[in-house]
C-alpha cells in the first residue's frame, strides 16, 4: 500500500510591510542627510545688500577668527588656495564673517586674497539684523 504524501507548502512572507518600513527608512537617511549640513554658528552683520546668483565658494570667519569651508576648517593659507582655484573656476567668493571679528582681521584677509589673485570678493551680510 502506497500511502499518499501530503505536499507541505512553504511559507510564505508577506513583504507590504517590509517594503513600507524599508521606504520609510530610505527617506529618514535621506532628509537626515540633506538637512544635517553642519553649519557654523556666524552671526552676520546688518546691512543692505542685493541677492546674488551663480555659483559661489564661501569662506566662514568664526569669532575666533578660525577659517573653514562648509564644516573643514582651513588655515589661512589653504583658504586662500581654495578662494583662487574657485574664483579661476568663475565662481564667486563670498567672506562669511562674523560680526564680533575685528574689521582689521577682515580686511588683511581681503588684503591676503586680492595679493593672490582673487580680484573681487563679497561679504555675506544679513538683512534682517539691526545695523
Do not use: C
Not at 562674523?98 to 586680492?114: M, T
Request: charged share 25%; hydrophobic share 45%.
Amino acid at each position: 500500500m502506497r500511502r499518499a504524501r501530503a505536499r507541505r507548502s512553504l511559507p510564505e512572507v508577506e513583504l507590504t510591510p517590509l517594503v513600507d518600513v524599508l521606504f520609510m527608512l530610505i527617506i529618514f537617511f535621506v532628509l537626515t542627510a540633506v538637512f544635517s549640513e553642519p553649519l557654523l554658528p556666524v552671526n552676520l552683520p546688518g546691512a543692505t545688500g542685493e541677492r546674488v546668483s551663480g555659483k559661489s565658494f564661501t569662506i566662514s570667519i568664526d569669532r575666533e577668527g578660525d577659517l573653514f569651508s562648509g564644516d573643514r576648517a582651513l588655515t589661512r593659507e589653504q583658504a586662500i588656495e581654495r578662494a583662487l582655484a574657485s574664483f579661476r573656476e568663475e565662481k564667486r567668493v563670498i567672506i562669511a564673517a562674523d560680526r564680533e571679528v575685528p574689521y582689521g582681521y577682515v580686511v588683511s584677509f581681503l588684503d591676503a586674497l586680492r595679493s593672490a589673485g582673487v580680484d573681487s570678493a563679497g561679504l555675506l551680510v544679513d538683512p534682517g539684523v539691526e545695523r
